[in-house]
């Protein structure tokens, strides 16, 4: 320790009167030898002690005090841990008192009762019934009767244990209770999300907060226009943008945890929870963490299924279709180069034969995709798929506008097309996962047979044991596999019963962009999904490739073709079923059509 700019313990070698006992503070000059007069109070002891001083901080600093002066202890000194829970060692007083313990510089160390010292039975045997003893410590609980100076003290292992199920009770009830709010759909987290407040009419609801509100709509425009979560973090750091926690700050509510000492440094995980919130569509989504058990305070993320959503339970900061092209996005997340461009089909490029992604290679000239999985020798794919940048732009735009065109013009034409084409679509694949589901339930039967007759002759003795666990281990590893991908079939089933093609979802942002000609990172992911790019055919001695679109909403639509429809006249143009064909050499479109393959 430093001890040029410390505070020395006052009175040090005396017994100091109750008021005069000084509290440990990190830094400060301490004798060789003191006494640990130790106090606790747990979030849960200050809510019970509203009424009840009985455990408070301050009446354990008067027993123990009295304890020291009528026992005439060395050099006491007050260690406190205010407002942490028993059940972990993780205080900041108690490992300061237990590194001086194993420094040799403590003989006495005093608490009120053994709860106070902890509530993890095993940590706290180990130090009373080992730690102290081997190091000559004398434990002291008062309202207990345990003192290790007058021997061992038989109830001491039954206190810890009772002291820890009732830590242990106690958290069951309160996991209860909240867990009770949580499915009636009040809103449990104790903090309000950023871009919100809480009403302060109502605490329990929440309210849009306009300034914080105005930069999550910020961060989602941004992720929309192409940028990463590193690069829109380094622009609300550019623009100077405070914090969520230095932003509560400034209105002045208390915020858990350290402060960052920069007001504006926005990282990257703080930008991606953002995008990740569905709080922000106006949902209360409930249960959304827990922890192992009441000893592991360590935080765990619950799987989406075991959340609860409770939906339109306050304002709506981003609309679904924002949010919904969002998680795609991220999904699809884009590399910066060297150069620091962020290609604008990065993501959404994929190779139609491995369906790795397309990586873009900005520092060539022209810059271009190519095949991932083409390099790595994990994946096997045969073509690299190279497509330049220039040409893949050129070939979506104008197909893009082609299928705009088409769809605002002849809606309803638009409209039982694609339904037609979902329908028939998704018939064949219902009917192809439902044949799956049936063969692998029969075969999970199957095994179940097998099993049995194994455990049969086992029992006969037709099989020895070491053969019949070897044999049913391995079809027992099936089943449950078998089981798991049955289960999650039918659930893929179940949801595919559900969906319908919302044509109109996509016209509704095919007029948004009606008069747009350029292609714009915007308007590419509110459009577009997927962009499959072919092999190049060089059959006819030119390089010409095709490219495959899935469009967002209503994905691969196929071929477009006016005289089928209901309400266009054959008088309009005929759209043929022939594929845009680009000479990649010259970067030219000799032909295109709106087929969604060309």
């Known amino acids: 320790m430093n001890n040029s700019k410390m505070v020395s313990a006052p009175n040090a070698g005396l017994v100091a009167p109750y008021n005069q006992i000084p509290d440990y503070k990190p830094g400060m000059v301490l004798p060789d030898i003191f006494t640990i007069l130790y106090n606790r109070l747990s979030k849960d002891d200050k809510t019970k002690g509203k009424n009840d001083d009985s455990d408070s901080i301050v009446n354990q600093k008067l027993f123990n005090a ?54 993890d039975r095993l940590t706290v045997d180990r130090y009373v019934e080992i730690v ?65 407040m809480k009403d302060p009419e109502n605490r329990k609801k929440l309210v849009v907060d306009e300034v914080a509100a105005e930069v999550v709509r910020k961060i989602f425009h941004l992720c929309m226009s192409g940028l990463g979560v590193t690069h829109i973090a380094k622009k609300l750091r550019d623009e100077q943008i405070l914090t969520p926690a230095h932003h509560l700050t400034s209105m002045g509510i208390k915020v858990m945890g350290k402060l960052p000492s920069i007001p504006y440094d926005w990282t990257a995980a703080t930008v991606a929870d953002i995008l990740f919130r569905r709080e922000y569509l106006g949902h209360t989504v409930n249960f959304k963490t827990t922890r192992k058990s009441f000893k592991n305070k360590k935080v765990v993320y619950n799987s989406p299924e075991d959340q609860v959503v409770f939906e339109n339970t ?22 910066i180069t060297k150069s620091n461009q962020i290609g604008l089909f990065s993501g959404l490029a994929h190779c139609v034969d491995c369906g ?108 020895p044991f070491e053969r019949f666990t070897k044999m049913s281990e391995v079809y027992e590893a099936e089943q449950k596999a078998l089981e798991e991908d049955a289960r999650n079939l039918s659930r893929k089933i179940d949801e595919q019963d559900r969906q319908s093609v919302n044509a109109e979802q996509f016209l509704r942002v095919a007029r948004k962009y009606a008069n747009t000609t350029e292609l714009t990172p915007i308007m590419l992911h509110e459009l577009v999904e997927k962009v499959e790019v072919h092999a190049p055919n060089k059959s006819s001695g030119k390089r010409v490739q095709e490219i495959t679109v899935h469009l967002s909403f209503i994905g691969d639509i196929g071929k477009l073709d006016l005289l089928n429809a209901d309400s266009v006249g054959s008088s309009e143009i005929r759209i043929e079923d022939s594929y845009i064909q680009a000479d990649s050499r010259k970067a030219l479109i000799p032909s295109y059509s709106p087929a969604l393959s060309f």
């Open 132 to 196: 102290f003893p081997d190091l000559d410590v004398r434990f002291v609980a008062i309202n207990d009767n345990i003192d290790t100076s007058k021997g061992e003290n038989d109830m001491t292992p039954l206190r810890s244990l009772f002291n820890e199920w009732y830590a242990r009770d106690t958290s069951r009830k309160v996991r209860a209770v909240k867990r009770a709010k949580g499915l009636s759909g009040e809103r449990i987290s104790a903090h309000a999300v950023y871009g919100y």
């Open 356 to 463: 790795s992604r397309l990586g873009f290679t900005a520092s060539s000239n022209p810059s271009f995709y190519a095949c991932t999985g083409f390099r790595k020798k994990s994946v096997i794919c045969h073509h690299s798929h190279y497509i330049s940048t220039a040409m893949l732009e050129r070939l979506v735009s104008a197909y893009l506008e082609q299928v705009k065109d088409f769809a605002i013009k002849h809606e309803k034409a638009f409209a039982n097309h694609i339904m037609q084409g979902a329908e028939n679509k998704s018939r064949k694949a219902l009917l192809a996962d439902k044949m799956r589901l049936v063969a692998m339930q029969s075969r999970v039967r199957e095994l179940d047979k097998y099993i049995q007759r194994l455990y049969e002759d086992n029992v006969n003795g037709k099989l």
């Open 314 to 335: 306050h304002p709506a900061i981003i609309d679904q279709d924002t949010f919904s092209r969002v998680q795609v996005i991220r999904e699809g997340r884009r590399r």
């Open 66 to 119: 009295k304890f020291a002066q009528d026992n005439q202890v060395p050099n006491p000194i007050h260690f406190t841990d205010d407002g942490v829970s028993g059940t972990t060692f993780n205080r900041p007083d108690i490992q300061a008192a237990l590194e001086f313990v194993e420094a040799g510089r403590v003989p006495c160390f005093v608490c009120k009762d053994l709860s106070r010292f902890g509530r």
